[in-house]
Structures are given as C-alpha cells and as structure tokens.
C-alpha cells in the first residue's frame, strides 16, 4: 500500500485538483459554486495563492488524493494575521486520515509565516440532505475549530436554500507589537510538509 505523501502544489498539478473539486461543484452543496471552472481559471486561482499562502496536496503514489490551502479572509492589511482555509479530498479516499495530514501541514506553514487566526467558510443544512450534510462542521471540531457566526438561507443549489457558518482557530499568540509577517515564499525552502502531515 503506498504511502500518504503531503507535498507543495505547483500550477501542473492544476487539472488533477480541479478533478477532486469538480465532483464537490457538481454533486454537491460543499461549494456553493454551480460550474466548474476551467483548468486555466483553477490556475489563476492556485497563482494568486502561491503569492502569499501555502497550496499542499496529498498523494498516494503518484495519484492526488486531497489538496489545502489558505487565502485572504478580507483584503485589508489589518486582517492580514488571519486567513480562511479549504480542503477538499477524494470523495473516494474520505475517512482515512489524509484530511488531518493536510490540515496539520498547512497550520504548521501558517504558523511558520506568523498567522494567528484560521477561519473556515462552510456549507451548512437545516436539515442534511443527499447534497449537504454536518460532516464538515464536526470534523473542523475535531480539528479545534470553534463556531462563531452562522448566515441563515443564503446560498441557494439544488432548489434548496442553505445556511453558511464560519469557524475559528486560534494557532499563535496575539501581541500589542505583532512581529510582522512573512509571506510562503519565504519560508517554503525550509518547510517540510511531510513531517507535520
């Protein structure tokens, strides 16, 4: 059985991403997105990432099972210790662990870099469905997330309207002089995904 390898993401690995997202656009209420995108829009997106944040994937041999990544959680500079992460696995490798992995990874690049607040943006249902379900609030709590708000019927897929909460974690110390932070680039030379994964 092949080992579980987290690695950095680069731009070629865009299409076999967008194949493990497409199935959450397209089956799912997970992303309130109703298209996919094209692999050259998902590389604009993994660009604008890699300007700033860590992009990780999860392999099992040379396959792709899972990738996470942080992005800005607002677009002004008082925000900039705080960022929303996303995962998405293999719906057929769920439950296996490589969600944790990933997610161990990328708070140990994050903390690397000086961020102190992690938020999650999640799909969340009234009442589950075959498209939505709570799995993904409590596995964020396994992971020590915390609910802080919920938007009631926002997002509308599938002739359903669903809800949105967000959840917090907090993995640094908040100072009155905050050393300032550093951007992926500069600390991926010495990052080694694998011993956190």
Same mark, same amino acid.
């Given at each position: *059985?092949? !080992?579980?390898?987290? +690695? $950095? ?11 493990? &997202? ?9 992303? #309130?997105? &109703? ?10 997106? *993994? ?15 040379? !396959?792709?099972?899972?990738?996470? %990544? ?8 008082? &925000?900039?210790?705080?960022? =929303? ?8 490798? !769920?439950?296996?662990? $490589?969600?944790?992995?990933? &997610? ?6 994050? +903390?690397?870099?000086?961020? $102190? ?10 009442? +589950? ?10 596995? %964020? ?5 915390? $609910? ?15 809800? *949105? ?8 110390? %908040?100072?009155?002089?905050? +050393? ?10 010495? #990052?080694?995904?694998? =011993?956190?994964?």
């Amino acid at each position: *059985m092949d !080992k579980l390898q987290i +690695e $950095l993401a680069t731009l070629d690995d865009a299409e076999a991403l967008l194949a493990i &997202y497409a199935y959450y656009v397209e089956e799912t209420a997970i992303t #309130f997105e &109703y298209e996919v995108p094209t692999v050259q829009e998902f590389k604009n997106r *993994m660009a604008t990432t890699l300007e700033r944040y860590p992009y990780l994937i999860a392999k099992k041999g040379q !396959k792709i099972v899972g990738y996470a %990544h942080a992005s800005a959680f607002k677009g002004r500079a008082a &925000y900039d210790y705080a960022v =929303e992460t996303t995962i998405y696995v293999d719906p057929n490798c !769920k439950r296996m662990g $490589l969600g944790k992995k990933l &997610y161990t990874a990328l708070e140990a690049a994050l +903390e690397q870099q000086g961020i $102190l607040n992690l938020y999650a943006c999640i799909a969340y249902p009234a009442v +589950e469905d075959q498209y939505l379900t709570k799995d993904s609030v409590s596995y %964020h709590e396994r992971l020590g997330y915390r $609910l802080v708000g919920e938007f009631y019927q926002c997002g509308y897929k599938y002739n359903t309207w669903y809800n *949105m909460v967000w959840m917090e974690k907090m993995i640094g110390e %908040h100072q009155p002089n905050q +050393e300032p932070l550093k951007r992926f680039a500069d600390i991926q030379a010495q #990052f080694k995904p694998n =011993e956190f994964g």
